[in-house]
């Protein structure tokens, strides 16, 4: 599968098989989250690999949009570190996305489970500080998301995309 596949063939997958992920594919993903691009290449973001059945179940409770990751196999949260970069948020997010598509690759489903609420600092910290203190994060890191990984026990049918028309232009923003 070359990556415009993958990224053709991403679906948020919510429903898990209950077959567990070898160490081997799992962290091929995790590379990919270690490999994506940082701004200027600094270090701005941690990956933590989370397996264990009752630390998944209570990752799932950091958010009440975060239930299947009681389904999941592992887990793998990604926080950035504003004090190494300014573009830590957007370093997390590649990890994010680099994890994603290399979970499609390999044959896994995955979720993205939103914890940093850019909009609502209260609920950000509540859910941060959840997710800090059961996987021991320190202070200075921001928790941005958890990506449930697991074997598909169900494909989704593809989104109906906004047309292309309307989202890409050329050489100037047009409304049409």
């Known amino acids: 599968m070359d990556v415009f596949q993958a990224i053709q063939a991403r679906r948020e997958i919510t429903k898990y098989k209950d077959d567990p992920i070898s160490d081997d594919i799992l962290s091929k993903v995790v590379d990919a989250g270690v490999f994506a691009p940082t701004g200027n290449n600094l270090p701005s973001k941690n990956l933590i690999v989370v397996k264990d059945r009752n630390t998944l179940d209570q990752l799932a409770e950091t958010t009440p949009y975060m239930k299947w990751l009681m389904e999941a196999q592992a887990a793998i949260v990604v926080t950035g570190k504003p004090q190494v970069s300014k573009y830590w948020l957007q370093d997390a997010s590649f990890a994010c996305a680099y994890i994603w598509l290399e979970a499609v690759e390999v044959g896994l489903g995955s979720a993205f489970g939103a914890i940093y609420n850019a909009e609502d600092e209260e609920e950000s910290v509540e859910r941060e500080n959840h997710a800090r203190n059961l996987l021991g994060i320190p202070?200075?890191?921001?928790?941005?998301?958890?990506?449930?990984?697991?074997?598909?026990?169900?494909?989704?049918?593809?989104?109906?995309?906004?047309?292309?028309?309307?989202?890409?232009?050329?050489?100037?923003?047009?409304?049409?």
Request: charged fraction near 30%.
């Open 139 to 176: 202070e200075e890191c921001r928790v941005v998301a958890a990506l449930g990984l697991g074997y598909p026990n169900e494909t989704p049918k593809p989104k109906k995309h906004v047309p292309r028309e309307e989202v890409v232009h050329y050489e100037a923003f047009k409304i049409y």
